[in-house]
DNA sequence: CGGGTTTGACCCGCGC
DNA sequence: GCGCGGGTCAAACCCG
């Protein structure tokens, strides 16, 4: 992984607390409404979240081989926050290390889209990475779970 | 040498 | 019951 772009937000994500914004359903405008993009290589202009129903519970992603994954009970549905950022590059540092295991294309859109992993053992965190297809300029970054380490 | 990235195949849940 | 879509894993390759 080769950023060019320097970390300079580290920190400002040590701030956020995901289970406490998680309080929306559809794009919000963050005060930054004015779209100023700054020219800092990202700054989520918008932020999305969605849950996993706190009524409906979803199965937990039980793989095949029902022999090593089975145990897994359904605890609590994985919080899954979406930014939508515009960047050049999908490959936006948030302070983790993340290791990319598939990529995808979706049906809708010409635009592959990109899965990540977090490196450090134990972090059950996932992320997916796609472009907008109405707005090429813009990526949409999505979080899912919560690092179990700083 | 180790870790990370890549692409295809495989699997699962749901819809029809 | 089968098909589609989406998601994941795995082997191989590449880079530092």
């Known amino acids: ?15 956020f607390e995901f289970s406490e914004f998680l309080k929306f359903d559809e794009w919000i405008e963050e005060d930054d409404s004015s779209l ?13 979240r969605v849950v996993g129903e706190s009524s409906g519970t979803i199965s937990p992603p039980e793989r095949r081989s029902g022999e090593e994954r089975i145990g897994r009970e359904k605890k609590e549905a994985k919080e899954r926050v979406a930014f939508k950022t515009k960047s050049e590059v999908e490959i936006l540092d948030d302070g ?29 965190v996932k992320k997916r990475v796609e472009r907008d297809k109405d707005d090429p300029d813009y990526v949409i970054t999505t979080y899912e779970g919560v690092h179990i380490h700083q």
Not at 1 to 15: A, F, H, I, K, P
Not at 102 to 120: A, E, I, Q
């Open 1 to 15: 992984m080769s950023s060019s772009n320097q970390r300079v937000d580290g920190e400002q994500y040590s701030n």
């Open 96 to 124: 983790f290390k993340w290791r990319k295991y598939g990529k995808k294309m979706v049906k809708n859109s010409p635009n592959p889209r990109n899965y990540y992993r977090c490196s450090v053992d134990g972090c059950p």
């Open 36 to 48: 100023a993009i700054s020219d800092s290589s990202h700054n989520p202009v918008y932020r999305a």
